[in-house]
């Protein structure tokens, strides 16, 4: 067993050989820090994301064949790759040689916004191209079902995605039978004339055509080394971890008896994230490579034995192959096994995750093993003492020690039999998301009747989700042996299932009467199921379902995306090298795809550059008695731990109206609160010893983490905030109806893909310090740091090339570690480097508030509301931060589109223990926006009629005035209104919703509509001010710096458009290099949907100032070139260098008297969304949303799409299914994109049409243009009431017709819950009070 301890693969064709290699490496940091490879992104570290998808080939000598599969770097350990062929995005093209269709076309068909995710997306992408150069649709949404994007929406990494697909003219769409050629509801929107419809903002016959004969070739000698060599056991031993990968069976038993304790790693799926998150460790690892008897595929008399060591991905193929070739009797168990394969975690984990793994894990939420311990699966074990078959059961599932693998005893392959006659199996699973989601509750059923005769003779069912492992109703099945398949039997059955499955209130996961309702719920659609097959095989005995009932059966996918946008065309006369208007690339967007583009983390390491780690507070609210260093500080290489003593005198920094502490070293308010920092030689260790610090703790009362019991508590920051319009009072006393009503609405994580990110690095003289940051606000880290350092600001130099995403996260948290970070930095004279995992970022960055908002409108009978009074609290957290700024902007936009006569506001920023809530996208809007609509839902529902109708009947008609009495001009709110209505067939849709829903009874669609009215500024005309510094250098070409960030919305991009525009060159002469105070300084935050508008009114200002110093220069010589202007003017002494400046929006706001004019102006828009709901499984599938917006003049209409879908997906998503989960104690269980879910491709609406009004004039902005980072989010209620609109559909034919409360976000938890029936009736119910559930909504 002693083998050469030599590691070799190639990455990117280059062959690596590791002598001394450490098995707990893996092979994300070894790329990213040891080749300098770092295009290859981090973004979680758990397999959850897809930043970090390479491409892994092998070549199989006995086959012949290679095998090429995507696979999540960070899960992989690099010891597992002997042998194997490691192609990252830099191997796949680049700038310098070749860039390849994939890179060239995510990156023009707009598919980049940030670029952090890019890498991964053309991984994947890649990968299935090289195994199918001509994907199907469902192919292409499936390889992308791994990746998560936070910043585009995906429909243009889709459409890029669609140029290789036979057949990317259609949309390949099902719905209503019908598809985008044909005519009929579904068909293209009807655009006005003048407007130029675009189905694309590409152009198809520009790219280069994909050669699968240019690809890199697998290395020929790793393919000589796999035919030749002999192979043998490898053992890699390292510090802490030895490695043993055995090559043959033999072998592999040798170390299973030497190590029974040693997991056999194969995918590391499992084990990985147990080492990474939950702290395991194993002294020994084996894994065994490409051992022959572990991938054995045999059909055999009873059924089919799959290896082991096959992956979920190959074991999908093989099924598919299976069920193709066999009749449907024989394949019951490998349908549903097969059909679960297709929504198990994203395709880079099912291909690297194996059978064996999957089965011997036996995760509580396993997929698999509920299937196959119904299908009655047996394993085939292998030991020194030889074979023996065990049965894959409950007592194997719930480990028990009779039925359980022995040590030294293997997995060897897994016997899966054919069903029979007479005998039915089925999948069901529900989760947070339709796809790359845990299951909340999964289930495999089967029956089976004999030679017919309906009478049940076996019967299986397994639920995983509702117990520490699978469970089965084992009792309840034994019971309903014997009876007939009918009404009585369900009755019975369900009865009995519940009393066997029993969940207590407190289960862990939470949603406990959700899943209660789902155990039922699955096994009536199995009852449905197989009462319809029957009815099919013999309709004579078997009378089957009512037609309306067969709804129940069918799952929802949303899967061949299809979308269109409309711009507007640029003026004719208008000059073809002017580039304002056209539908440019980002310009980084090739970097981005080619994992060029430079990040904060991927800087080079520096000469002793050390890393700095984070204790943060285990606690809510408690005393700290004391904290233990020693054992951290006496770990090696471990430089210092930085606390609230070094920082004395400087350890708090005041933003905005109060300071915060940087650490906390006596008493903490949150869970997650910075208490310490340790700096070490090395990220892995200052993490280990990060974990080392030992912290007593006293807890303090109160702790307050909800709204309702800080209300109780009065715990509040400063009074409340009030607008109030006309007399509300008396306006009561007038209408004819007045209704009381409530929502509340839960935050949301920013989600960046790149998560918080810094490096200090001391400059060795005058105290000179420079900060790389991803931040969006580079004065306030300049700031911060300075005043930590006690020095003055003009020695702290902050520099952003590039954010990867931020949404309003990168600006207060970000301050106070770069300020840690610098401290550590400067007291040890070396560079420090600050990159949070994920799990620390979700912990300690806050987000999004939650909202309670408490409304009481007057109405009268026809819809118009004449009196509204609304209460906000949103929950601030334990620092202020930006939360009374959040609620005074949630006030001013409170009436969204709509003229309420008489009104009063009120709102309250809640001092909680938890994580300071801090700015997200929309600031305050989103949440403000969803409790007015929800209130006219309200309205409309009292007043028998529809919410769209109330909507228009209330909504700002022409010149009109706000509550704080601004003028507004809503005409083209009116515009986008009628446009949405009719480019979305709103009437014919309608229709056709009522007509399905009175068709069937567990499925319901929905469809809703809401305008947006956005106001657009920064309430102070300080804050609205920008700076810019533009050079021409003497070849003529130019250098533009200006104060705003690049985090994905192309700001970078339109900055060049400007300086191209104005000083006539094309764009290709003008640079930008990034953000720093060097060049530009006090520059205002990057956010509020201003950035370009602001810092381009200063970038046009420089350069008419420099235009205008060079025209006597340019008239002198009309002809010339800008090499000569530039020359010339050197030569007369005229300066080539200028700052532009912007003073900022005249704007104010006087909350006494309630008026001001806090905004410049107006961001119009409508959103029409469709879905279908399933009322038993509480799933939703998003069918349609057409958005029509009033941008003014589109200055890229490319980014502006851009930034509306991606908005418009981040709303849907926070009101949809992003859920986060506090517990009794106030820790945040969700902290990776495990447990919390952002929208993947799966959720993007099956059609998606954008379009912009005409354009219309805006004298005071940037070329009439119209901020737009922020609006679009708020549209995603559209699907939030769409979702309402379904569930009260079902809940009037269930004669459910009382108010209906719907809280955000409306997850298929509340959905199930709200349509209620007869397995909703039957589920125990706890007492509230009779036990602590695991979560509490804040
Ligand atoms: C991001 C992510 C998403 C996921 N989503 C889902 C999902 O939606 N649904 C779902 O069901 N699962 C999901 N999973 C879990 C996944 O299915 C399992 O982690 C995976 O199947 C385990 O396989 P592996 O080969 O990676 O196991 P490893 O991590 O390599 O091993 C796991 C365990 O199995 C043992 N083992 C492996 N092979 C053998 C053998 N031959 N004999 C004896 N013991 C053996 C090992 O000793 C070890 O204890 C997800 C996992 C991740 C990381
Ligand atoms: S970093 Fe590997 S999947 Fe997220
Ligand atoms: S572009 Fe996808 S995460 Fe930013």
């Given at each position: 067993m002693d083998g050469a301890a030599e590691l070799v693969f190639c990455v990117n064709g280059r062959k690596v050989i590791e002598k001394n290699v450490d098995p707990e490496t893996m092979l994300l940091p070894y790329l990213r820090k040891k080749l300098q490879l770092t295009g290859t992104k981090y973004g979680c570290g758990g397999g959850g994301c897809g930043a970090c998808t390479v491409m892994i080939s092998r070549y199989n000598p006995i086959t012949k064949r290679i095998r090429h599969y995507p696979a999540n770097a960070c899960l992989l350990p690099i010891c597992s790759l002997h042998g194997a062929a490691v192609t990252t995005v830099e191997g796949v093209g680049s700038t310098k040689a070749r860039i390849h269709p994939v890179q060239e076309r995510i990156a023009k068909c707009h598919g980049t916004q940030c670029g952090f995710c890019t890498p991964g997306m053309v991984m994947s992408i890649y990968t299935l191209l090289r195994n199918h150069p001509e994907p199907t649709l469902d192919q292409l949404t499936d390889a992308l079902g791994g990746n998560l994007c936070r910043?585009?929406?995906y429909r243009p990494i889709i459409d890029a995605c669609k140029t290789f697909c036979k057949t990317s003219g259609c949309c390949q769409s099902k719905e209503n039978g019908v598809c985008c050629l044909d005519q009929g509801i579904n068909e293209l929107p009807e655009f006005e004339e003048g407007n130029k419809t675009s189905p694309k903002l590409f152009s198809e016959e520009e790219f280069l055509p994909l050669d699968p004969t240019q690809e890199l070739i697998f290395p020929p000698e790793l393919m000589i080394m796999a035919e030749k060599q002999p192979q043998r056991t490898r053992v890699f031993v390292g510090d802490r971890m030895t490695w043993i990968s055995p090559v043959t069976l033999k072998e592999l038993l040798e170390a299973k008896v030497k190590y029974p304790q040693a997991p056999i790693v194969m995918g590391n799926t499992s084990v990985g994230p147990e080492v990474k998150f939950k702290g395991a460790f194993h002294p020994v690892i084996i894994s065994p490579d490409c051992i022959e008897e572990l991938s054995v595929v045999n059909h055999a008399d009873d059924g089919l034995t799959l290896g082991a060591g096959l992956s979920l991905a190959q074991v999908k193929e093989i099924l598919a192959e299976v069920i193709q070739k066999l009749p449907e009797e024989k394949t019951q168990t490998y349908h549903a096994v097969w059909k679960h394969l297709g929504t198990l975690a994203g395709c880079q984990i099912r291909n690297m995750a194996s059978l064996g793994g999957h089965i011997v894990s036996r995760h509580l939420d396993s997929d698999l093993n509920p299937l196959l311990a119904v299908g009655n699966c047996t394993l085939n074990l292998l030991s020194k003492e030889g074979e023996r078959q065990i049965p894959l059961n409950e007592q194997f599932l719930t480990k028990c020690p009779s039925a359980d693998l022995k040590p030294g005893e293997i997995l060897v392959s897994v016997n899966i039999p054919y069903s029979r006659k007479w005998e039915f199996v089925s999948a069901f699973r529900q989760a947070q998301r339709q796809q790359n989601a845990l299951a909340i509750v999964n289930s495999g059923m089967r029956v089976f009747f004999g030679e017919g005769g309906g009478i049940i003779r076996e019967l299986s069912i397994a639920y995983g989700g509702v117990g520490p492992t699978t469970i089965c109703a084992k009792n309840s099945c034994q019971q309903l042996i014997g009876r007939p398949w009918n009404e009585e039997m369900l009755d019975a059955a369900c009865r009995l299932i519940l009393d066997e499955v029993s969940l207590p209130g407190w289960a862990p996961g939470g949603k406990v009467e959700f899943k209660r309702t789902l155990v039922i719920s699955f096994f009536f659609k199995f009852y449905l199921k197989v009462s319809q097959i029957l009815k099919t095989m013999d309709p004579v005995r078997y009378p089957g379902l009512a037609d309306k009932y067969e709804s129940a059966l069918e799952d929802l996918h949303s899967r061949n995306h299809w979308g269109t946008s409309k711009y507007q065309d640029v003026d004719p006369k208008q000059l073809p090298q002017d580039p304002i208007g056209r539908p440019i690339m980002h310009l980084s967007g090739i970097k981005h795809t080619t994992g060029e583009a430079i990040y904060c983390d991927d800087m080079p390491v520096l000469d002793g550059e050390l890393f700095l780690a984070f204790v943060t507070s285990s606690r809510a609210h408690a005393e700290i008695v004391s904290i233990d260093l020693s054992e951290a500080l006496s770990l090696p290489g471990v430089v210092d731990i930085v606390t609230e003593e070094d920082l004395r005198g400087v350890n708090s920094f005041c933003l905005l109206i109060e300071p915060e502490k940087l650490l906390e070293t006596q008493e903490v308010f949150c869970v997650g609160q910075l208490v310490c920092a340790v700096v070490a030689d090395s990220e892995v260790q200052a993490k280990r010893a990060a974990k080392r610090v030992k912290i007593v703790y006293q807890d303090l009362e109160p702790v307050i983490l909800t709204i309702e019991e800080a209300i109780r508590h009065h715990s509040f920051f400063q009074g409340e905030r009030k607008l109030e319009y006309g007399n509300v009072d008396e306006a009561f006393k007038v209408v004819d109806q007045v209704l009381e009503g409530e929502i509340h609405m839960g935050g949301q994580e920013h989600f960046y893909m790149e998560t918080q990110s810094m490096l200090a690095v001391p400059k060795g003289e005058d105290q000179e310090m420079d900060v790389y940051v991803s931040s969006q606000f580079p004065k306030y880290i300049q700031d911060i740091v300075a005043a930590t350092l006690k020095v003055p600001a003009n020695k702290i130099m902050c520099h952003v090339k590039r954010v990867g995403g931020a949404f309003g996260g990168k600006v207060t948290k970000t301050g106070i570690m770069a300020a840690i970070t610098a401290f550590a930095a400067n007291k040890h004279g070396r560079p420090v480097r600050c990159i949070l995992e994920r799990g620390e970022d979700m912990l300690i960055t806050g987000g999004r508030h939650p909202y309670l908002g408490k409304y009481k409108a007057g109405f009268m009978n026809d819809g118009r509301i004449l009196a509204l009074d609304v209460e906000h609290y949103c929950n601030g957290g334990a620092t202020l931060d930006e939360s009374l700024f959040v609620i005074e902007i949630g006030l001013l936009k409170v009436d969204n589109a709509y003229k309420f006569p008489n009104l009063r506001f009120r709102g309250w920023a809640c001092r909680t223990n938890l994580p300071s809530n801090t700015a997200l996208r929309g600031f305050g809007f989103p949440q403000s926006g969803l409790i007015t609509e929800n209130c006219i839902t309200e309205v409309a529902a009292k007043c028998g009629l529809s919410p769209e109708k109330v909507r228009m009947m209330n909504m700002y008609k022409e010149i009109d005035q706000t509550p704080y009495k601004q003028e507004i001009d809503a005409t083209n709110l009116t515009q986008c209104w009628k446009e949405c209505m009719a480019t979305s067939s709103y009437s014919l849709r309608k229709v056709a919703v009522e007509k399905f829903n009175s068709e069937n009874y567990w499925k319901k669609k929905g469809l809703a509509m809401v305008p947006l009215k956005f106001p657009v500024g920064v309430l102070s005309t300080a804050a609205a001010q920008a700076a810019a510094l533009v050079h021409i250098y003497l070849d003529g070409s130019v250098l533009v710096t200006h104060g705003g960030i690049e985090m994905g919305q192309g700001v970078h991009t339109k900055m060049i458009q400007v300086a191209s525009r104005e000083l006539r060159m094309p764009m290709s002469n003008v640079h930008l290099r990034g953000t720093s105070t060097e060049t530009v300084p006090n520059a205002n935050v990057s956010g509020g949907s201003v950035v370009a508008d602001l810092n381009g009114l200063a970038v046009k200002d420089a350069c008419q100032t420099l235009l205008k110093r060079l025209e006597p220069i340019i008239s002198k010589n009309p002809k010339g070139t800008w090499k000569d202007w530039a020359q010339a003017a050197f030569d007369e002494s005229i300066s080539l260098s200028a700052t532009g400046y912007f003073r900022g929006y005249e704007s104010h706001m006087n909350w006494e008297t309630g008026e001001g004019h806090p905004f410049e102006y107006f961001v119009f828009g409508a959103a029409c969304s469709e879905v279908e709901i399933d009322?038993?499984?509480g799933a939703h599938k998003n069918i349609r949303t057409d958005i029509v917006m009033d941008i003014g003049h589109s200055i890229n209409p490319a980014l502006d799409v851009g930034q509306i879908e991606g908005a418009f997906i981040q709303g849907m998503g926070l009101y949809t299914i992003e859920e986060l989960k506090y517990s009794p104690q106030g820790v945040l269980y969700t902290r990776g994109p495990d447990q919390y879910k952002i929208p993947a491709?799966?959720?993007?609406?099956?059609e998606l049409h954008v379009s912009f009004l005409p354009p219309s004039q805006n004298s005071n902005t940037l070329y009439s243009s119209k901020g737009l980072g922020e609006p679009g989010v708020f549209l995603g209620c559209s699907v939030f009431f769409a979702i309402h609109d379904a569930v009260r559909a079902a809940r009037q034919e269930r004669g459910l017709l009382g108010p209906l409360k719907l809280d955000s976000p409306l997850t298929p938890e509340k959905i199930r819950m709200a349509c209620e029936d007869k397995f909703t009736k039957m589920i125990p119910r706890d007492e509230p009070g009779s036990y602590v559930p695991w979560n509490i909504p804040v």
């Open positions: 910043c585009t929406g009322c038993l499984t491709v799966s959720d993007v609406p099956t």
